[in-house]
DNA sequence: TCCATGACGGACCGATCGGTCCGAGTCTAT
DNA sequence: ATAGACTCGGACCGATCGGTCCGTCATGGA
């Protein structure tokens, strides 16, 4: 008999934080800059987070939810086990050179809170393992060894620390190795 | 006329400032701890560093003196630049799996204060830059080209980033690496 | 039309932040 | 011995932190 709640307004804030949390870390924004630029009333934000740990949790499921998607997008047009392992790298590559990259989401978090294990912590450790478990998967998938898939991960991580600038020479020499080894 | 200021204090401080900092991070690190960890009064505190941003430039500084220290150590008994450059390499991966190891300070720092701009950013920046132009020299040194560089620099920012159990890879890549480019 | 509900802005809370200041005690040069 | 510099613990400051609450207004269903 009365008013219905909007409908996108967990969205709309929790783009607005997540915008927020990515460009200047979890650590440096405070929940009064996240409600102005979200443009709601504290209340409404408390509502759907009830508290900025379970906010930037979801920033984390948030970034896992995007990441997972343009993955899989890239993967799309690749066959075969070598191909979707080099259209990965590539597409963290493309990231890395895109306006605005700050680093990695899930590296940045468990750096500002080292040592803490709350459950956004634990999410961004998830998915590193996540990740670093496809890689692995991929790998053995076509007969690499498990040295070969080391040195992917040490490309890719070097990769999402590096300047943009040396994005190029991760996704060369990962292409090259990935081939060599076929 | 009157009482000589105790000699060492600074240090103190400084070191206690300095632990605090690299294993919580700089933001997680409130004054009041770092008084209470160096056992001093807030006020001797402030007299030798006059503010919170003061106290984290000198504790950068402290870790690119330590660094520089155990670098030239590790270097000495290397004969020659691809020696040197895996030395260099092998003596980052003993930091990396030394216990109690949380990454590299100064990468630490740029990424808990993205995107500010102050004393102890430059300085963080300043020493990535050195370092990676240390790199450039000693590949150029012996023959060595630009894509050589950039990829030793992939492995070093891939090894800071990584887990310690992937540490000896790095080294082991970087040496098949340099030994096979001569 | 009317009222129940959703949302907003902002006052407000205790805690903590970085930073200042003061009183009391301690040590040393004269 | 005594004065003056040094140091300590802690009170204190304004600002901001995360988080709660309330008064008011807007809105949509009955």
Chains 1, 2 share one sequence.
Not at 166 to 175: F, I, K, N, S, T
Request: proline content about 4%.
């Amino acid at each position: 008999m009365a008013r219905t709640p909007a409908p996108g307004t967990r969205e709309t804030i929790l783009t607005a934080a997540a915008g927020l949390f990515y460009e200047h870390g979890v650590r440096a924004v405070g929940m009064a800059q996240v409600v102005e630029a979200a443009g709601c009333g504290k209340n409404l934000l408390y509502r759907h987070f009830p508290s900025k740990a379970e906010l930037a949790a979801a920033y984390l499921a948030l970034a896992r939810r995007e990441r997972e998607r343009s993955a899989t997008e890239a993967l799309r047009w690749a066959s075969g086990p070598r191909e979707q392992l080099i259209a990965l790298i590539s597409e963290i590559a493309d990231i890395v050179r895109r306006p605005g990259y700050r680093g990695c989401a899930f590296r940045n978090y468990l750096t500002e809170f080292r040592g803490e294990d709350d459950v956004a912590a634990r999410a961004a450790k998830a998915y590193l393992d996540d990740t670093r478990a496809e890689v692995d998967r991929l790998v053995g998938e076509w007969g690499g060894d498990g040295l070969l898939a080391d040195r992917i991960w040490l490309i890719i991580n070097g990769l999402y620390a590096g300047p943009p600038s040396q994005a190029g020479v991760a996704v060369d020499w990962a292409r090259e190795l990935i081939e060599a080894a076929g």
